[in-house]
């Protein structure tokens, strides 16, 4: 058979249920560390893909595994109720994406988000079922382990189904989360039975929450494939939790579900330093604004200016800010619109973009400029702040394979609506819920069909010799790519540990005047410098800040979580 046929038929075994071994895999190769190592959010989610390393898994087996137990103990933030963004490599170097985001449903149009004629505001949707995009985290999983998976499709789910039977204890930030979001959390009658008292009160740390419902669902998708998440009882029960919700009921249909795929995409990869870094590419706008300040930035010298030195953090600023802009009106969905994607990261257009950059003053306005392919029709203004439901975890294993997974129900508990005993994602808030500025069409728009755009920015960073360096990515909104900008230029230009790159402040210029730095952190010491460069609105805040990564060196894996977390990395 060619080995195109082998994938097909793996694929299609996977999705009918059947747990065979997909033949696309090379055997073990030899190990080129010394152990693999996870990182995540929650160290039960940690575990659960180390354990697949022990088995013999590949890093996509543990990276599946640990989406899956992140489901059951971080519901806030991730799971199949949601979609993702893999990014993989392996031993050679080769890198390849898959597009898990959600879709809106067929009947979805522009004016998506009004009512009786007037745009509807975010607390108004959510929680509510009209922010409610076909989930793709199951459709995502069954495609990469067809091509990458070692274990048995069934094996992946069995450290999440344990956790969901056999019950998990709430933890400090899930209690904050519940309390602070209690709403959202407590939209449904399932959410309020698993998490909440009598008195209508969290239930307190330490408890022990089973969830019998998702355990039920998760054997279901073990053992009968990923079809029967998108078809039958699951899909059903997502449709009817939608079309019947209290609250801005929509129109999503079992066929919307059934339609579902995820889909590969080529990874977008540029170079910093002689460094190759790559992400993904639409509808992530990750990669671009990734890239695109890093690259603006390389005529400066990173590295002799320091991390003490406001003038690095000014730069930081004013990169990101022209980076911000051009994603602010370009990124979308590239199946929908033009998306410049080679221009918006060309070397020649983002030198001219770099010399608009000072050391010692501020750009006045940070506008969007014209890479090449640019259409001038688009434009997408919005930068959310304020997110908390998504989760990214990093994996390597033995071999040499990696794995760069960012994972996301959107805002915490997504849209609040639980169906099979897990909450679905409230994706579709992240489209431009104004499809017209100034009288044009935004590229972000609400379109059936269409995925939102997001600033997920799972990434790999390969060294000068062609090894694998960094696997690195965030959640937090908006600030996800400021905060893998940060772990990047730490590492490479800074040469700080992983664990110390990860702990450094974040500082965030999401295009407009305003800069915002970590409320607490030793950036706020930095305002007065900052104003006197040329910044007259720079805003301690408190930003929604958690990263996950690896670091390779020689032939050790070094693990890092961001230490604002609970997050934690696990040696195989």
């Given at each position: 058979?060619?080995?195109?046929?082998?994938?097909?038929?793996?694929a299609?075994?996977?999705?009918?249920?059947?747990?065979?071994?997909?033949?696309?895999?090379?055997?073990?190769?030899?190990?080129?560390?010394?152990?693999?190592?996870?990182?995540?959010?929650?160290?039960?989610?940690?575990?659960?893909?180390?354990?697949?390393?022990?088995q013999?898994?590949?890093?996509?087996?543990?990276?599946?595994?640990?989406?899956?137990?992140?489901?059951?103990?971080?519901?806030?933030?991730?799971?199949?109720?949601?979609?993702?963004?893999?990014?993989?490599?392996?031993?050679?170097?080769?890198?390849?994406t898959?597009?898990g985001?959600?879709?809106?449903?067929?009947?979805?149009?522009?004016?998506?988000?009004?009512?009786?004629?007037?745009?509807?505001?975010?607390?108004?949707?959510?929680?509510?079922?009209?922010?409610?995009?076909?989930?793709?985290?199951?459709?995502?999983?069954a495609?990469?382990?067809?091509?990458?998976?070692?274990?048995?499709?069934?094996?992946?789910?069995?450290?999440?189904?344990?956790?969901?039977?056999?019950?998990?204890?709430?933890?400090?930030?899930?209690?904050?989360?519940?309390?602070?979001n209690?709403?959202?959390?407590?939209?449904?009658?399932?959410?309020?039975?698993?998490?909440?008292?009598?008195?209508?009160?969290?239930?307190?740390?330490?408890?022990?929450?089973?969830?019998?419902?998702?355990?039920?669902?998760?054997?279901?998708?073990?053992?009968?494939?990923?079809?029967?998440?998108?078809?039958?009882?699951?899909?059903?029960?997502?449709?009817t939790?939608?079309?019947?919700?209290?609250?801005?009921?929509?129109?999503?249909?079992?066929?919307?579900?059934?339609?579902?795929?995820a889909?590969?995409?080529?990874?977008?990869?540029?170079?910093?330093?002689?460094?190759?870094?790559?992400?993904?590419?639409?509808?992530?706008?990750?990669?671009?604004?990734?890239?695109?300040?890093l690259?603006?930035l390389?005529?400066?010298?990173?590295?002799?200016?320091?991390?003490?030195?406001p003038?690095?953090?000014?730069?930081?600023?004013?990169?990101?800010?022209?980076?911000?802009?051009?994603?602010?009106?370009?990124?979308?969905d590239?199946?929908?619109?033009?998306?410049?994607?080679?221009?918006?990261?060309?070397?020649?257009?983002?030198?001219?973009?770099?010399?608009?950059?000072?050391?010692?003053g501020?750009?006045?306005?940070?506008?969007?400029?014209?890479?090449?392919?640019?259409?001038?029709?688009?434009?997408?203004?919005?930068?959310?702040?304020?997110?908390?439901?998504?989760?990214?975890?990093?994996?390597?294993?033995?071999?040499?394979?990696?794995?760069?997974?960012?994972?996301?129900i959107?805002?915490?508990?997504?849209?609040?609506?639980?169906?099979?005993?897990?909450?679905?994602?409230?994706?579709?808030?992240?489209?431009?819920?104004?499809?017209?500025?100034?009288?044009?069409?935004?590229?972000?728009?609400?379109?059936?069909?269409?995925?939102?755009?997001?600033?997920?920015?799972?990434?790999?960073?390969?060294?000068?010799?062609?090894?694998?360096?960094?696997?690195v990515?965030?959640?937090?909104?908006?600030?996800i790519?400021?905060?893998?900008?940060?772990?990047?230029?730490?590492v490479?230009?800074?040469?700080?540990?992983?664990?110390?790159?990860?702990?450094?402040?974040?500082?965030?210029a999401?295009?407009?005047?305003?800069?915002?730095?970590?409320?607490?952190?030793?950036?706020?010491?930095?305002?007065?410098?900052?104003?006197?460069?040329?910044?007259?609105?720079?805003?301690?805040?408190?930003?929604?800040?958690?990263?996950?990564?690896?670091?390779?060196?020689?032939?050790?894996?070094?693990?890092?979580?961001?230490?604002?977390?609970?997050?934690?990395?696990?040696?195989?």
């Amino acid at each position: 058979m060619t080995p195109r046929l082998i994938t097909l038929l793996a694929a299609a075994a996977t999705l009918s249920g059947c747990t065979i071994i997909p033949r696309t895999v090379e055997p073990p190769a030899a190990a080129l560390y010394e152990a693999g190592m996870v990182s995540a959010a929650d160290p039960r989610a940690s575990e659960a893909g180390a354990q697949m390393l022990r088995q013999g898994g590949t890093a996509t087996d543990a990276a599946i595994a640990t989406m899956l137990a992140l489901t059951v103990v971080e519901p806030q933030s991730s799971g199949i109720g949601g979609g993702g963004f893999y990014v993989a490599a392996n031993a050679r170097g080769e890198v390849e994406t898959i597009d898990g985001r959600e879709t809106a449903p067929a009947a979805a149009h522009p004016q998506w988000f009004y009512k009786d004629g007037v745009l509807l505001k975010f607390p108004e949707v959510v929680p509510g079922a009209t922010s409610v995009g076909v989930p793709g985290n199951i459709a995502l999983a069954a495609k990469a382990h067809a091509a990458h998976g070692r274990l048995t499709w069934a094996a992946l789910f069995a450290p999440a189904i344990k956790l969901a039977r056999e019950g998990f204890a709430i933890t400090p930030r899930l209690h904050a989360m519940l309390k602070s979001n209690a709403k959202v959390a407590g939209f449904s009658a399932e959410g309020r039975a698993m998490f909440f008292g009598a008195d209508g009160q969290p239930l307190p740390v330490g408890t022990v929450v089973k969830n019998p419902a998702l355990a039920d669902s998760l054997q279901m998708f073990a053992d009968q494939g990923a079809k029967a998440f998108y078809t039958g009882p699951n899909a059903r029960a997502i449709v009817t939790k939608v079309t019947t919700a209290p609250v801005n009921p929509a129109p999503m249909t079992e066929a919307d579900i059934a339609a579902y795929a995820a889909k590969d995409r080529a990874a977008v990869c540029g170079t910093y330093r002689a460094y190759r870094v790559c992400s993904m590419g639409p509808p992530s706008s990750g990669a671009t604004t990734l890239l695109a300040t890093l690259i603006q930035l390389e005529r400066f010298d990173m590295k002799a200016l320091g991390k003490d030195n406001p003038v690095s953090w000014h730069l930081i600023a004013e990169s990101q800010r022209l980076a911000y802009a051009d994603r602010a009106r370009f990124a979308a969905d590239a199946d929908f619109v033009t998306v410049p994607v080679a221009g918006m990261i060309d070397r020649k257009y983002l030198t001219g973009r770099s010399a608009l950059i000072s050391q010692s003053g501020s750009i006045a306005k940070a506008v969007a400029g014209t890479p090449p392919g640019a259409e001038k029709l688009t434009f997408a203004p919005s930068s959310q702040l304020a997110e908390n439901g998504t989760s990214h975890f990093a994996v390597v294993d033995r071999a040499g394979n990696a794995v760069s997974y960012t994972s996301t129900i959107e805002s915490a508990f997504g849209s609040g609506i639980v169906a099979g005993g897990y909450y679905l994602n409230n994706e579709l808030t992240d489209f431009d819920m104004n499809p017209q500025l100034n009288g044009r069409l935004v590229a972000n728009r609400v379109e059936g069909g269409k995925r939102p755009r997001s600033s997920m920015t799972p990434a790999l960073v390969f060294g000068p010799d062609g090894r694998l360096r960094l696997v690195v990515g965030a959640a937090g909104g908006a600030t996800i790519p400021a905060q893998v900008i940060r772990a990047v230029i730490g590492v490479i230009d800074w040469d700080l540990p992983v664990q110390q790159a990860l702990a450094l402040p974040v500082l965030f210029a999401p295009g407009t005047e305003t800069v915002y730095v970590e409320q607490g952190s030793w950036l706020e010491g930095m305002i007065p410098a900052l104003k006197a460069l040329g910044h007259a609105d720079v805003q301690p805040r408190a930003l929604p800040l958690k990263a996950n990564a690896i670091e390779l060196r020689g032939s050790q894996p070094w693990g890092a979580a961001d230490p604002r977390s609970e997050g934690k990395a696990i040696r195989e």
